[in-house]
């Protein structure tokens, strides 16, 4: 790697837009040169490039670097730009009542409209301080506390730019709350057992989410905490139930607890049929068939359920009551 100011012993490695690794890492010479072996083609990759962590990692030389690329040649790159000026960014985690949040997450993102990307994360200490080492541009900021209902919830994205006038302040506000009741294929409430998963849906920042739920009651209602957003619900009937999962989407508030909409659960949706041989008509046993629906995002899919065939080729599966893709 050349440059303006030439940097050796920094760690460089080709990535597939994933994030996945095409190439073995390898190390910045005292000139700054570098050599990376990439795969027949090569496919669409990017440059990934920072310290050195098992020989300097904590060297203030060899700071982040901007992701690069995407690059689809393999020869030789030559200057890949002038590292934009180191920066850090420096603040305090707080809650609702401006008490210090220890052992948070503290999440950074760059924004920055030139398509560079830098991501980082840090740790809060015991006073609620946290210290990032990023480099000049425009970022997202967000703490993310532990899971925990005793514990603050997630704080809002924060907009800033570096380098920063003063310190971030960010203040994570209480976890949100969520009450509801589950209903029967005929309205009646169903009794105690029913199990609920609640996983918050990912944002720029943060991946999902569990929330704390509380199984069913004997009049069938169930609470949750966590935090305020978006969330995939998923109720689970006890096996003696005979009824399918259920799954939908729903949204905590901040504030005030939120009343979710009445959980009915739909009648047991089975689907049965016959796998054989084609042409033959031969039964096949001992085949799984499997059942996909698409996910919030009308994209990908998601495994719902399955069945095995018997000797005869038979397989029987119950599958959950899904919401449809939306339009």
């Keep these: 790697m050349t440059g303006p100011s030439m940097l050796p012993g920094a760690r460089v490695m080709a990535i597939d837009a994933s994030g996945q690794a095409l190439s073995v890492a390898t190390t910045s010479g005292a000139g700054g040169a570098f050599s990376l072996q990439l795969p027949p083609g090569p496919p669409q990759y990017y440059l990934q490039i920072g310290p050195n962590q098992a020989a300097a990692p904590s060297d203030p030389a060899v700071p982040a670097f901007p992701l690069q690329g995407p690059f689809t040649t393999t020869p030789p790159l030559g200057d890949l730009g002038a590292l934009p000026a180191p920066a850090t960014l420096t603040g305090t985690v707080v809650d609702a009542r401006q008490q210090p949040v220890a052992s948070a997450r503290v999440l950074a993102l760059s924004v920055d409209p030139t398509g560079w990307t830098i991501s980082r994360e840090a740790i809060s200490d015991a006073t609620g301080a946290y210290s990032l080492t990023l480099r000049a541009g425009n970022y997202l900021v967000q703490a993310a506390p532990d899971v925990d209902p005793a514990l603050p919830g997630l704080s809002d994205e924060i907009a800033v730019t570096l380098p920063a006038a003063a310190p971030l302040p960010i203040v994570c506000p209480d976890k949100s709350q969520g009450t509801g009741v589950v209903t029967r294929p005929d309205g009646q409430l169903v009794g105690a057992g029913y199990q609920i998963a609640a996983m918050r849906f990912p944002n720029r920042l943060v991946a999902g989410r569990l929330a704390r739920a509380t199984a069913t009651d004997a009049s069938g209602a169930f609470t949750i905490v966590g935090d305020a957003g978006h969330y995939r619900l998923e109720v689970v009937p006890p096996p003696t139930a005979g009824l399918p999962r259920k799954i939908l989407s729903a949204d905590l508030s901040v504030g005030a607890p939120t009343q979710l909409p009445a959980l009915q659960l739909s009648a047991a949706l089975t689907v049965v049929g016959t796998v054989s041989k084609a042409g033959s008509q ?36 119950v599958l959950p009551d899904v919401p449809a893709p939306a339009n």
Excluded: E, N, Q
């Excluded at 031969?282 to 069945?307: M, Q």
């Design 282 to 317: 031969a039964p096949i046993a001992g085949a799984t068939v499997d059942f996909f629906a698409l996910d919030s995002s009308g994209v990908r899919s998601v495994l719902i359920g399955s069945g095995l065939t018997d000797a005869s080729g038979k397989y029987r599966a």
